[in-house]
C-alpha cells in the first residue's frame, strides 16, 4: 500500500500531483483526463482558491423560478445534486404569488467576535473592568479596518459574558461589528487578535481563543408568506401541514430532518454564490437549539380565513463582496443572475428560499408523501448509473416510476429490454 506521506506535495505542479493521486488510487487515464477537465473555474484560479488542488468539482446549476419578494421578481441559482429540490422551491413560490409572495427583511449585517479569557481570580470583577474599557476596544477594533470604518461599518458594541464550564469560570468578551455587505470572518477574527493582548491586560487572565462566532444572533433574516387555502389543497391541507410542522418543533429527531429541507434551498443557493455555506449551516443548527430545545426554523399556523402562514427567522452572516464570491466566475454569474445589491437583499432572499423549500416539503409530506414526486426525479440518477444513454435516461425512468421499482436492478432490466426491441 502506497504512502500518504507526500512532503511537499503543494508545491508539486498539477500532473505531478495527478500522477502521484493517479498511482495511489489506481486511476485509469481516462478518469485522470476527468480531472483535467476544467469549465468556468481555471485550474490557476482553483489552484489559488485551496490547496492541493487536482482538479475542479462540478454541480448542476439550476433556476428556481416564480420568486415574488417583497414585491420584485427573482430567479434563483441554486447548486445542488439533489434532485426535486429546484423544482420544489419553483413550485412553492407559485403557490405563494397567489397571495403576493414572500415578505422578507433582514438585520444589520452585525457579527459577533469572541475573546475567551481564562484563569482569571474574579471574573465577575473582571467582566465589569473590561466594560470600562469599551470604548477604547472599539477604537482599537477599528483601527484594524479603516476601509470598513470609511463606508460606514465597524465594531460597534462590546458585550461581556462570565460562562461556567469544567475547567472553571471563563471570561468572554464580545465585540459587534457590522461588517457591511461582507461575511465578515476576515474582518471580525483581525480585530479579535488585536485585542487580545489588552483583553488580558484589563482582564488579569490569560486569553485563548479569538474568533468570530458563527451563531449570528444580530444578523439575523426573517421571511413570511400566506399561502391560499384552497390554492393548496384545501383546509386538510392546511392542517396536514401544521402538524407536521408542531411535530417537528416538539421532536428534535424530526426537527432535525425537517431543518435540513430547509437548508436544502438555502445551501444549494449559497453554493452558487460563492459563499459560507457551511457557516450558515452551523448558525441555523445552533439557531434552531438556542432556547435550549433544538426545534424548527419556521412557524406554520393559520389566519381569520383558514389560509396557511409560514414565517421563518434564520442567522444568515453572508456576503457579495470578498472570498469566492469574487473569485469564482459562475458565482460572480450567479450573483448577476439573481440581481442582488447588499448582503442584507441576499439574506432576504435566502429567508425566503427556505420557507419556499420548507412548504414544498411539509405540503408533500402531509399529501402524497416526500417520495413519490422525489422518486420521479430520482430515477433519471438510477437510469445513468444502469447505463442508459440520450433519451433512454427518460424512457427508462417513466418506466421505473410506473412500476413503482426505482433501482439500479430494474433499470437494467428495464435498458436491456429496450435495447432489445430496436
Known amino acids: 500500500?502506497?504512502?500518504?506521506?507526500?512532503?511537499?506535495?503543494?508545491?508539486?505542479?498539477?500532473?505531478?500531483?495527478?500522477?502521484?493521486?493517479?498511482?495511489?488510487?489506481?486511476?485509469?487515464?481516462?478518469?485522470?483526463?476527468?480531472?483535467?477537465?476544467?469549465?468556468?473555474?481555471e485550474f490557476?484560479?482553483?489552484?489559488?482558491?485551496?490547496?492541493?488542488?487536482i482538479g475542479v468539482y462540478e454541480l448542476p446549476l439550476g433556476i428556481a423560478t416564480n420568486f415574488l419578494i417583497n414585491g420584485k421578481d427573482y430567479l434563483i441559482p441554486m447548486a445542488i445534486e439533489e434532485p426535486s429540490v429546484v423544482a420544489a422551491a419553483s413550485h412553492a413560490a407559485k403557490l405563494a404569488r397567489v397571495r403576493g409572495g414572500f415578505y422578507a427583511n433582514a438585520s444589520?449585517?452585525?457579527?459577533?467576535?469572541?475573546?475567551?479569557?481564562?484563569?482569571?481570580?474574579?471574573?465577575?470583577?473582571?467582566?465589569?473592568?473590561?466594560?470600562?474599557?469599551?470604548?477604547d476596544i472599539i477604537k482599537i477594533a477599528n483601527e484594524q479596518d479603516p476601509v470598513l470604518v470609511n463606508l460606514g461599518g465597524g465594531c460597534r458594541d462590546v458585550e461581556v459574558r462570565v460562562i461556567n464550564t469544567r475547567k472553571?469560570?471563563?471570561?468572554?468578551?464580545?465585540?459587534?461589528?457590522?461588517?457591511?455587505?461582507?461575511?465578515?470572518?476576515?474582518?471580525?477574527?483581525?480585530?479579535?487578535?488585536?485585542?487580545?493582548?489588552?483583553?488580558?491586560?484589563?482582564?488579569?487572565?490569560?486569553?485563548?481563543?479569538?474568533?468570530?462566532?458563527?451563531?449570528?444572533?444580530?444578523?439575523?433574516?426573517?421571511?413570511?408568506?400566506?399561502?391560499?387555502?384552497?390554492?393548496?389543497?384545501?383546509?386538510?391541507?392546511?392542517?396536514?401541514?401544521?402538524?407536521?410542522?408542531?411535530?417537528?418543533?416538539?421532536?428534535?429527531?424530526?426537527a432535525a430532518t425537517h431543518n435540513k429541507g430547509i437548508m436544502n434551498g438555502i445551501d444549494a443557493v449559497l453554493i452558487a454564490t460563492g459563499n459560507d455555506w457551511r457557516a450558515v449551516e452551523a448558525g441555523a443548527h445552533a439557531y434552531a437549539a438556542v432556547k435550549?430545545?433544538?426545534?424548527?426554523?419556521?412557524?406554520?399556523?393559520?389566519?381569520?380565513?383558514?389560509?396557511?402562514?409560514?414565517?421563518?427567522?434564520?442567522?444568515?452572516?453572508?456576503?457579495?463582496?470578498?472570498?469566492?464570491?469574487?473569485?469564482h466566475p459562475k458565482a460572480q454569474i450567479a450573483k448577476k443572475i439573481l440581481g442582488v445589491k447588499t448582503a442584507k437583499e441576499l439574506a432576504e432572499v435566502l429567508a425566503a428560499v427556505g420557507l419556499a423549500q420548507n412548504f414544498a416539503a411539509l405540503r408533500a409530506l402531509a399529501t402524497e408523501g416526500?417520495?413519490?414526486?422525489?422518486?420521479?426525479?430520482?430515477?433519471?440518477?438510477?437510469?445513468?448509473?444502469?447505463?442508459?444513454?440520450?433519451?433512454?435516461?427518460?424512457i427508462v425512468a417513466e418506466e421505473m416510476v410506473k412500476e413503482g421499482v426505482v433501482r439500479v436492478d430494474k433499470a437494467k432490466e428495464i435498458l436491456e429490454r429496450i435495447r432489445k426491441s430496436k
Open 1 to 41: 500500500m502506497p504512502s500518504s506521506r507526500i512532503p511537499g506535495f503543494y508545491k508539486k505542479s498539477w500532473e505531478e500531483r495527478l500522477k502521484i493521486v493517479q498511482e495511489f488510487a489506481n486511476l485509469t487515464d481516462e478518469e485522470v483526463a476527468l480531472l483535467r477537465k476544467t469549465s468556468g473555474l
Open 44 to 53: 490557476d484560479l482553483a489552484n489559488r482558491m485551496i490547496e492541493n488542488v
Open 108 to 135: 444589520e449585517q452585525l457579527m459577533i467576535g469572541q475573546i475567551q479569557m481564562v484563569d482569571v481570580p474574579d471574573p465577575h470583577a473582571a467582566k465589569l473592568r473590561i466594560l470600562e474599557h469599551k470604548d
Open 168 to 254: 472553571g469560570p471563563m471570561v468572554v468578551t464580545h465585540i459587534i461589528v457590522n461588517v457591511l455587505d461582507a461575511m465578515g470572518a476576515n474582518a471580525v477574527n483581525t480585530m479579535c487578535e488585536k485585542l487580545a493582548p489588552y483583553i488580558e491586560e484589563w482582564g488579569g487572565g490569560r486569553v485563548y481563543l479569538r474568533i468570530l462566532s458563527n451563531l449570528a444572533t444580530y444578523r439575523l433574516a426573517r421571511a413570511r408568506a400566506v399561502f391560499d387555502k384552497e390554492a393548496i389543497g384545501g383546509e386538510d391541507v392546511v392542517e396536514g401541514i401544521i402538524l407536521a410542522y408542531e411535530f417537528a418543533d416538539a421532536d428534535p429527531y424530526r
Open 292 to 327: 435550549g430545545h433544538y426545534g424548527s426554523l419556521t412557524h406554520w399556523e393559520k389566519d381569520s380565513e383558514g389560509n396557511l402562514v409560514g414565517s421563518i427567522e434564520i442567522p444568515m452572516a453572508v456576503g457579495i463582496v470578498g472570498g469566492a464570491t469574487k473569485t
Open 370 to 394: 416526500i417520495q413519490r414526486g422525489h422518486m420521479s426525479l430520482h430515477a433519471r440518477n438510477i437510469a445513468v448509473m444502469a447505463g442508459a444513454k440520450g433519451d433512454e435516461i427518460d
